[in-house]
Each structure stands twice: as C-alpha cells, then as structure tokens.
C-alpha cells in the first residue's frame, strides 16, 4: 500500500510543533522531496486534530479539458472506498471514530480536510491514505455519482439566481474554459466523463 507522504508529513510536523509556533508558516517537504508549506493552528483546550491540504490545481484552464472531471473525481475519490473496504465501511469507520474528511474542488485548487480525535490518528490517517493515494474508480459507482451530479445541475441551472449568476460570470469572464468549469453551461459533458479522465485528473492534481 502507498503511503500518503504528504499527510503523514503534516501528521508529524502536528506533533513535533510547539504551541508558540502556532501561524507561523514553514516551507518544508515530505520524507519523498515534496516542497509544502505547512502552518499548525493551536486553540486552547481543543484536543481533535484537522488537516486541510490545498493541492494547486489548472483544470479549469485548459480547452481541451472536460469541466465536469474535478467534481465527479473528487466525489468518486470521497465517497468510493478503498482496496479492502467499501464505501458503506468507510464511512461506519469515520463515524466509530468520530472523524470526517471532505474533498472539493475550486477554479485553482482541490482542497481536502480530514478532522479526528489525537487518539485514531493512526486508523483515520491510514484510510485516507489509500483513499487519497489508490481512489476506487468502479465504473458502476462513478456512473452513480454522474447521474446524481446532472440531476442536480440540472435542476439547480433551472433557478433563477443560478442563471443570474452564470450570466454574470459569462459577463466577466466570457466564453472562457474557467467559465465552463464554474457555471458548466454544457450539462451533457457530465455523461462524458470517463474512468480514465478521472484517472488523469488524479495523477496531474493529487501529488
């Protein structure tokens, strides 16, 4: 199993920080030379560790790239499992152990949280590990998420404000990839995600 380089540095440097350092950002890598920048937050009397891990990200910049792949992966990638559990076993794990994670995507970044009592650090950070690391692109479960993400587009781009504000950013940012990623006037791009688009997008964003 790949280990989650990243996370697992940011879990040590967690540990290693003095509460006097609290806000300070240090540039630092990953046991693999990684460059990140890291800065711990300290609140008194709160024992639950969060990470939040932004990952840059030019999807939505290229023409040549289908708008709809960095929602659908990030949801296939949260909600698909590992290896050796199922979607329905993470999430009994997660809610055991009193721990959330989220992934989602913005114009320039993939931002992923992962919050959990200090005591199930090593369970929860392991699972995310594997999600992160090996996502479980099931081709039956990535058409579930495709179907339930038109249906909702589809409905949500029948409201007034959401129309609005897609003329709005057609406004500003005209005809633009950005604008296709953001308002995603083409709703029929969403049945065109492919496994291997997913793929793509995990392996160029997800470092």
């Not at 959401?162 to 990623?181: I, Y």
């Amino acid at each position: 199993m790949k280990k989650f380089l990243f996370l697992a540095a940011l879990v040590a440097l967690v540990g290693a920080c003095k509460k006097d350092a609290s806000r300070e950002i240090v540039l630092t890598e990953t046991p693999d030379g990684r460059p990140f920048h890291f800065m711990p937050i300290y609140e008194d009397d709160v024992t639950d560790i969060t990470i939040t891990i932004a990952w840059p990200m030019s999807w939505a910049f290229s023409a040549d790239r289908n708008p709809a792949v960095p929602y659908v992966a990030a949801e296939a990638i949260l909600s698909g499992g590992t290896g050796e559990l199922a979607p329905q076993d993470v999430l009994e794990l997660f809610n055991d152990k009193n721990s959330r994670g989220q992934l989602y995507v913005r114009a320039d970044h993939a931002i992923g949280e992962v919050s959990f009592p200090k005591e199930h650090i090593d369970d929860v950070v392991s699972i995310a590990s594997e999600m992160l690391t090996s996502p479980q692109f099931d081709q039956a479960w990535v058409d579930r998420i495709k179907q339930g993400f038109l249906a909702n587009q589809t409905q949500s781009q029948a409201q007034t404000a959401h129309q609005m504000w897609a003329l709005a950013r057609l406004a500003v940012l005209g005809e633009t990839p950005l604008n296709d990623f953001l308002s995603l006037p083409n709703i029929p791009v969403i049945s065109d995600v492919s496994v291997d688009d997913l793929s793509r997008w995990h392996a160029e964003t997800l470092v």
